[in-house]
């Protein structure tokens, strides 16, 4: 997981945001201009602020000295173009962004061009395999370790040249037979030094690469490349992960591993690290920081460069100082989805039958400034079509239009179909056993506050857009007393309002907490099937009214069963009591599936028939609405 601006959701299953400028689709989902090079890609660049081959000039002052380019994305998350499958349009929001590896290839294609292809490299920093319809598609629906097609995202980061790709959290949301299918598919070493065999400090996968570059004219330039994914794994995939893969701290691992690629000659060490520079963790606990990639330019000497992702922020150069040595460290995010590129240009010097890193800058060239590469929009055009092909398949009928736009604020029937689902699907599956006897209920989030279900026909495209996290249900037991901490940290997502405020609602969520500087809209979690209010007067731990069940107060001692996502119950969010809750239903269903297939089992979708407003927002008990 990573963090992200208040509503830009966590890319379990990456959102788009609504098109600026749509365009209609063509019958393969692209249109000329999705993919014609202009005039050229240097003068779109120059406009970026990318200086091209002034900066590349080989000579230097000598044959001692050489400027060497890498290159790094990171957060790709299977967009291979610039398509937002839930709108089954080009992607395209307010700043003028674009997504997509084919507008990578083109920035990459020119680069090298101005550089040499000697002289450069490219590296990603993870989180790669996950993030939109098509990566779900062929995972789940098509999977690639059982039709033998290649995944189109090794399939484009082949034929870009990858040097080498950092694992990221969520490449092992799959588990990890599909990671190491999708690993076998690579040209480039698949690195994470810190994923170890559990028990064990032995790497699960390749923990660096050395790469040497021979620049005509100058010795050898060994440039190793060293690569750490997120310790939050073990607690977001803690199913695929458990008892095989244990993530050791980044910091831990670069100092044992830098000093072993600098006795090997690598002459420059990079680190790719799947970690934001904040220093700060989403999760609590005693795992190692999330966040840690500052930290590791700060306390492990003999790192060059610091490629990193995770956060999902653009951050062109930033410099740390390293506590031991002195040296400076520089460091680059490149924005996720393939916005941006980050660029490193490392000046050495010769010296002492060794290359030094003499002088380092940074920058993050913009994709917007160049079109879809045609020759990567080939290579996956088959299977992206099958995709949007896939998403405007119809489920069901909806009597009304439902809009997931007040969610965060208000009880709404499109939420509250998740939770139906969600209750329908533990019902059936505890029938017979000793919990069948307990009240059942659930929980969901407001993940995507651009979610619609049409009146008329809802297709998958529209479940998608609902619920945009590949997560699995499953069903633990609560106590009233600890649903009601639960649902009192859930509040926490409201700042304190005074009962004279205006009514702003949009201006009360996402409130910081010690955890975190906002609180996403996906850590908003909603029951339904218990009877409460949230008092956003009142100060966080004393918002919650007495919980009822049926119109009877709820005893601390009461027990019920309550649905949840993998995600939560793993401890996703640090909410209380659930990760350690008995887990009565875990059967790896995923939700996303679970509500295409009840709908598609019912035929009609009619909230009348299951809206039930069961929470609600007041001050000083009086409702908000």
Excluded at 44 to 57: E, F, H
Excluded at 415 to 443: F, H, K, M, R, W
């Amino acid at each position: 997981m990573s963090e992200h601006s208040n509503h830009e959701p966590v890319p379990r299953w990456c959102s788009c945001a609504v098109p600026d400028d749509e365009v209609g689709p063509a019958a393969s989902g692209f249109t000329r201009r999705n993919v014609l090079i202009g005039a050229t890609a240097a003068t779109a660049l120059a406009a970026a602020g990318w200086s091209g081959p002034a900066m590349a000039a080989p000579g230097g002052r000598s044959d001692k000295s050489v400027t060497v380019t890498i290159m790094g994305t990171s957060d790709l998350h299977t967009n291979v173009v610039n398509w937002d499958y839930y709108k089954d349009a080009a992607y395209s929001d307010s700043a003028g962004n674009v997504v997509g590896l084919a507008r990578v290839a083109s920035v990459v294609k020119q680069i090298r061009a101005d550089r040499g292809a000697d002289r450069t490299l490219l590296f990603d920093a993870g989180d790669t395999i996950q993030g939109t319809p098509l990566g779900y598609y062929y995972a789940t629906v098509e999977p690639v370790t059982e039709t033998g097609a290649t995944h189109p995202m090794a399939a484009q980061m082949n034929a870009l040249g990858y040097d080498a790709v950092a694992l990221g959290n969520h490449e092992f949301n799959y588990g990890l037979e599909f990671l190491d299918h999708w690993i076998s598919q690579l040209d480039a070493p698949a690195l994470a030094a810190n994923a170890v065999h559990a028990g064990t400090k032995v790497p699960r996968f390749q923990p660096y690469t050395i790469t040497t570059l021979k620049v005509k004219g100058r010795p050898p330039i060994r440039v190793g490349v060293l690569g750490l994914t997120n310790p939050g794994v073990v607690i977001w995939d803690k199913a695929n992960v458990e008892g095989r893969v244990e993530v050791q701290g980044l910091v831990e691992a670069a100092a044992r591993w830098v000093p072993v690629m600098r006795s090997e000659g690598a002459d420059l060490v990079v680190v790719s690290a799947h970690s934001g520079d904040s220093g700060t963790s989403s999760y609590s606990g005693d795992l190692p920081v999330e966040n840690a990639a500052a930290l590791i330019a700060e306390q492990v000497p003999g790192i060059d460069a610091i490629l990193f992702g995770h956060a999902h922020r653009e951050v062109p150069e930033r410099f740390v100082t390293n506590l031991e040595t002195g040296k400076q460290v520089i460091m680059s995010e490149p924005k996720n989805w393939g916005q941006r590129v980050s660029v490193f240009d490392l000046g050495l010097e010769f010296e002492r039958g060794r290359w030094r890193v003499a002088t380092s800058k940074a920058m993050t060239v913009n994709t917007n400034t160049v079109v879809d590469d045609p020759e990567f929009v080939a290579l996956v055009r088959a299977q992206h079509d099958a995709v949007v092909a896939y998403m405007n398949s119809p489920v069901a009928t909806s009597s009304a239009e439902m809009l997931a736009a007040e969610s965060c604020w208000k009880d709404t029937a499109i939420l509250d179909y998740v939770n139906v689902v969600q209750t329908a699907t533990v019902a059936a599956a505890v029938a017979g056993t000793p919990e069948a006897s307990l009240p059942i209920i659930s929980i969901a989030a407001p993940f995507n506050r651009a979610a619609r279900f049409p009146a008329g026909s809802v297709t998958i495209k529209d479940v998608a857009g609902l619920y945009i996290y590949d997560n699995t249900l499953m069903a633990s037991v609560l106590t009233g007393k600890q649903i009601r901490e639960y649902l009192e940290f859930s509040a926490e997502y409201f700042k304190t309002v005074s009962p004279a405020a205006p009514v702003d609602p949009p201006s009360w969520t996402n409130a910081p907490t010690p955890r975190a500087a906002s609180t996403p809209d996906y850590n908003y979690d909603q029951f339904s099937g218990v009877e409460y209010t949230i008092d956003i007067s009142k100060p966080v731990g004393q918002r919650i009214s007495p919980l009822t069940y049926g119109g009877s107060p709820v005893a601390d001692d009461q027990k019920f069963v309550v649905a949840v996502n993998n995600y939560r119950q793993s401890g996703g969010g640090g909410f209380p009591h659930i990760a350690t809750a008995p887990v009565v239903y875990n059967a790896q269903v995923a939700i996303r599936e679970a509500i295409v297939a009840y709908a598609s089992a019912q035929g009609t979708i009619d909230p009348a028939s299951f809206h039930v407003e069961n929470w609600r927002l007041v001050r000083e008990g009086v409702p908000v609405f």
